[in-house]
């Protein structure tokens, strides 16, 4: 058969590897070896062979899967791992420590910020103590007269009075040095930041001599740090498709960055609200980060459902790929086969080919298609 037979028309087989010998049969009575015939049949998907026997078929096996449902997203950080740095004495910012996109630790310095709040809240202290020392000897004063009759209990009791609202004074004035985060017994103008907890800083809001805190003009958030141990994988589910779609559901996310990596997350939430434009909800998907997922990375998911969907499962070697569709030949009796585009899944392990549709379980097909190939291209 000439490379302008309706076999290589229908098969497209062009351009594969050529295996000598491979249309020849022993004939184990006369000892000869015989070539396998193909004839065309005038029909593109149909072939027609002399004996089918010297084609191995295999019969489709049976495999169960969840049902899928594939989504695409992006990556985003989790909002409740999210903390702002605030100072909360307002002044200049004299020194910073960290820049965006900094690992950080909790207890790390990140910044250094000026204030008159320092001075005022110490100078309020200092008065505190005084009043409060005065007001103590003077209580003291009155109970040794009162002891010795000099006073009266009311004059006592009023002496106690205002030593008591001195330390309440006092007490205050020290918790606002111990907020804006000043040493009462090193006290300084200049305020450290500390960063909060462990992570990214993915948000900065100033630079250095730039205006913090909370009364400033200017951010009070100086910077965001996010701890991305965990993320979220926000997508766009389509209307039709969430009721396959249920919160703690298994997904397999696969990130466009690193082809064949699979990682494991769960539904977390599913938005109340749809876009009323393309009739979508948004699937929030929390998945644990190794250190691989970066802030705005594109991921496919896979959702797995609980209901299963059975599928047929045949030999790589069984399916032609040819222009972007595969195709697979089945017996159609009186030695000839025909020719049926199938639907591929997953590989499977053993080189073995999931089948989503045209082969169903149990269907028996040509075991290798090169084969049938090599018989043609012999003669």
């Known amino acids: 058969m000439n490379n302008s037979s309706l076999l290589r028309v229908a098969c497209c087989l062009a351009g594969c590897l050529v295996l000598t010998g491979c249309g020849k049969k022993f004939d184990p009575v006369g000892g000869e070896v015989q070539q396998a015939q193909v004839t065309p049949t ?32 992006s990556v985003f950080p989790d909002i409740d791992r999210e903390v702002p740095v605030i100072s909360l004495a307002s002044g200049r910012v004299v020194d910073i420590r960290a ?28 008065k505190a103590t005084n009043d409060e020392q005065l007001a103590n000897k003077a209580y003291l004063r009155a109970q040794d007269l009162f002891a010795h009759g000099a006073i009266s209990q009311a004059t006592l009791e009023q002496t106690q009075d205002t030593e ?65 141990s965990v993320v979220w994988i926000i997508c766009d589910v389509y209307e039709s498709d969430l009721p396959q ?13 690193i082809p064949g990596k699979v ?27 190794p250190g691989t997922f970066r802030l705005g990375m594109y991921v496919t998911a896979t959702l797995l459902s609980r209901d299963k969907v059975v599928h047929a499962v045949i030999p790589a070697t069984a399916i032609l790929h040819l222009h972007d569709r595969n195709w697979v030949f089945v017996p159609a009796g009186n030695n000839q086969f ?23 379980p149990g269907q028996q097909v040509i075991k290798n298609v090169l084969e049938l190939e090599a018989t043609a291209e012999a003669q």
């Open 99 to 126: 820049r965006l996109d900094d690992n950080v630790k909790k207890g790390q310095l990140l910044l250094k910020v000026q204030s008159p709040d320092v001075t005022s809240a110490f100078n309020t202290y200092l």
């Open 263 to 289: 990682f494991t997350g769960r539904v977390s939430d599913i938005g109340p609200v749809l876009d009323p434009t393309i009739r979508t909800a948004k699937l929030r998907i929390e998945v644990p980060n």
């Open 164 to 228: 008591d609202n001195a330390k309440a004074d006092l007490a205050a004035a020290e918790q606002q040095l111990a907020t804006l985060g000043v040493d009462k017994n090193h006290p300084s103008s200049v305020v450290n930041v500390y960063a909060p907890i462990s992570g990214v800083i993915v948000a900065q809001n100033v630079t250095d001599a730039a205006a913090t805190g909370m009364t400033y003009s200017g951010s009070s958030t100086a910077f965001t740090v996010a701890d991305l």
């Open 245 to 257: 779609v249920r919160l703690g559901q298994q997904v397999q996310i696969r990130l466009n960055a």
């Open 338 to 360: 025909k020719r049926v585009e199938v639907t591929t899944g997953d590989m499977q392990p053993g080189d073995m080919q999931e089948i989503l549709s045209g082969v169903a």
């Open 42 to 73: 005038g029909n593109a998907d149909m072939v027609s062979v002399q004996d089918s026997s010297q084609f191995p078929l295999v019969t489709a096996s049976r495999f169960d899967t969840p049902n899928k449902l594939d989504v695409t997203g």
